[in-house]
């Protein structure tokens, strides 16, 4: 019998999806050139896609019921509990103006725990038919319609096709992206929305790949604004498509480091807005280009570093507090005739799957998760494949994501 092991690319994924919102939010903090706007446009076409497509495609076990619901209040509700107000309360000590009421109007990188939450909520429903998926893409398009700044509503029914459409793609599916001539695709594909992205206020905004304000926000007539998010919804998913067919499937240090994704998501906000508090936007407006490669350069060491092994163990009690306490609880349960009792305290498995330390985002093992099947979680070995079923302001700035 064939041996199965999870495919590396689930946790590549992930990883350089996260890496990339870290590298996004960095970028905030350059001068305001074409330069940097472009790299910035390219950039947010396809990664929110990407990585909402993913949070869909690992919440398909999700069902309503009590051990599904202990999950969800360990990732996502916890944690917004603790680093929603955290963030907040840092922001204002360093001198930032925050409006919006706590809790009620996520600020700055928050936003995407509340629209998780309300995503996994629906999944039970929004699995169920093929259909869901035009009927959230209609949803999409018609929320441009109205405008509400509580929990980011916006984004919840802007971005649910994507997310639906990871409920609903299996690995067969995805396999494909394994195909050379996709590969090859591929690159022409993000070429061609690079071209597309430089000159992008020709033909749509900013503001519309953030999926975070209506229509009339975006001073546009609602027939001709429907149509550019139909646009730009296709170019992003096309563009995260690409992106995902060119990440390896290899294993290596990087596969490791996917495991903790909340990590890297939920601590990046406090260094950033410390560099912008130091001074640094001041020099990237002195040094624009070489403002860009330090700026790029430490985005991704600081996703690296939350995610590292040597950080993972004590930041999972940060991150999600009562996940770690109850790991740690029954591993301590666990008589010595127990053979786990052997395993490193760091590596020993749960008598039932909880959130890992610093566990991603969009979270596959979480508590009560339904046991993933062989064939549509499992990959063999020798077959190729994809991992088994992760505010506006026109400018772009760290102001502009509030």
């Known amino acids: 019998m064939p041996s199965t092991t999870r495919d590396p690319r689930l946790d590549n994924t992930k ?11 960095s970028w905030g903090l350059l001068p305001d050139t074409h330069f940097s706007n472009w ?33 969800l209040l360990y990732v996502p509700v916890i944690p917004y509990l603790i680093f929603e107000p955290a963030l907040y309360y840092y922001r204002v000590s360093i001198g930032e103006h925050e409006p919006g009421v706590l809790y009620l109007e996520p600020h700055w990188t928050m936003w995407y725990l509340p629209a998780l939450f309300a ?28 405008t509400a700044e509580w929990f980011m509503l916006p984004r919840i029914p802007g971005l649910l096709p994507f997310f639906v459409l990871g409920l609903h793609l299996k690995p067969r599916h995805l396999r494909h992206l394994d195909d050379p001539w ?11 929305i690079a071209v597309l992205s430089r000159d992008l206020d020709d033909w749509a905004r900013t503001a519309f790949l953030w999926y975070d ?32 067919s060119l990440i390896p499937r290899r294993a290596g240090w990087f596969t490791a480091m996917g495991a903790a994704t909340m990590n890297v998501y939920l601590l990046h906000g406090f260094v950033i807005k410390t560099a912008k508090a130091q001074g640094f936007t001041e020099w990237s407006g002195d040094h624009p280009y070489a403002a860009l490669l330090v700026t790029t350069i430490g985005a991704v ?38 053979p786990t009792t052997d395993v490193p305290t760091s590596e020993a498995p749960s008598q039932a799957p909880l959130p890992r330390a610093g566990s991603a985002l969009p979270l596959p093992d979480e508590p009560g998760a339904t046991a993933p099947t062989p ?6 070995r020798t077959t190729p494949g994809f991992p088994r079923a ?5 400018r772009r700035g760290p102001e502009s994501t509030r």
């Open 39 to 71: 790299a910035y446009d390219f950039l947010y076409f396809w990664h929110i896609p990407a990585f909402v497509f993913i949070s869909g495609y690992l919440s398909k076990s999700f069902e309503w019921t009590p051990r599904h619901f202990k999950g």
């Open 301 to 338: 060491a600081l996703a690296l570093a939350p995610a590292s092994p040597w950080s993972r163990r004590w930041l999972s009690w940060v991150v999600n507090p009562l996940g770690s306490w109850e790991q740690r609880r029954k591993q301590r349960a666990r008589t010595p005739a127990d």
């Open 119 to 146: 995503w996994r909520l629906m999944t039970p429903v929004l699995k169920r038919h093929w259909l869901f998926l035009p009927a959230s893409v209609l949803i999409s398009v018609a929320a441009g319609l109205w």
């Open 390 to 394: 992760a505010p506006s302001g026109e």
């Open 213 to 244: 304000a209506g229509y009339e926000d975006l001073d546009v007539r609602a027939s001709t604004a429907a149509q550019t998010r139909l646009s730009v919804m296709a170019v992003g998913l096309i563009g995260a498509f690409s992106v995902m």
């Open 182 to 192: 996709v590969k090859v695709a591929a690159v022409g594909v993000l070429v061609l």
């Open 375 to 380: 064939r549509s979680w499992a990959v063999v």
């Open 15 to 25: 990883m350089a999806l996260v890496t990339l919102v870290v590298v996004g939010h």
